[in-house]
């Protein structure tokens, strides 16, 4: 069994070159083993922009203000109820909870966002059809991150 090192056994060079390389190659996270242990070093994600919406040649209508309007007005953006990492499948191999097109039934798993080696199912708020995921499999995500939309 490998123990989990303790802030003082923590190379606090090797995380300041990891989070140099991170700075110089433009990467959002790296993760880096040896020996039976990893490190992972990620930046702060921030809340991806809102889509933009360009009007066809002839509309006269104003881009929606609003995020839900963009999508339509049943639009419901799923959003992160915690910090973790968001996992579109039940395990590695797996195919994912939902794709673009699917329809769910409320209650069913969308994601699964880990915290603290703790796997936390996202549910479909109501029934509805994916229009859009905002998330990668494996990424970190913040509090009230978009992950997906439902119309």
Same mark, same amino acid.
């Given at each position: 069994?490998?123990?989990?090192p303790?802030?003082?056994?923590?190379?606090?060079? =090797? &995380?300041?070159?990891?989070a /140099?390389?991170?700075?110089?190659?433009? =990467?959002?996270?790296?993760?880096?083993?040896?020996?039976?242990?990893?490190?992972?070093?990620?930046? +702060?994600?921030?809340?991806?922009?809102?889509?933009?919406?360009?009007?066809? *040649?002839?509309?006269?209508?104003a881009?929606?203000a609003?995020?839900?309007?963009?999508?339509?007005e049943? +639009?419901?953006?799923?959003?992160?109820?915690m910090v973790?990492?968001?996992?579109?499948?039940?395990?590695?191999g +797996?195919? *994912?909870?939902?794709?673009?097109?699917?329809?769910?039934t409320?209650?069913?798993?969308?994601f699964?966002?880990?915290?603290?080696?703790?796997?936390?199912p996202?549910?479909?708020?109501?029934?509805?059809?994916v229009v /859009?995921?905002? &998330?990668?499999?494996?990424?970190?995500?913040?509090?009230d991150?978009?992950? =997906?939309?439902i119309e």
């Open positions: 069994m490998v123990k989990s303790r802030v003082s056994d923590i190379n606090e060079d =090797l &995380v300041r070159k990891l /140099r390389l991170l700075e110089e190659t433009g =990467l959002s996270e790296i993760e880096y083993g040896k020996d039976g242990w990893h490190m992972r070093v990620a930046k +702060a994600s921030l809340a991806p922009a809102p889509p933009a919406v360009t009007p066809s *040649p002839g509309d006269d209508v881009p929606a609003d995020e839900t309007e963009a999508w339509g049943n +639009a419901e953006i799923v959003t992160s109820p973790g990492v968001v996992y579109n499948t039940p395990e590695p +797996a195919p *994912p909870f939902v794709k673009v097109g699917d329809k769910v409320a209650r069913q798993t969308l699964l966002i880990e915290a603290m080696k703790v796997f936390n996202v549910e479909a708020p109501r029934d509805g059809t /859009r995921i905002m &998330v990668s499999n494996g990424t970190p995500v913040e509090f991150e978009p992950l =997906l939309v």
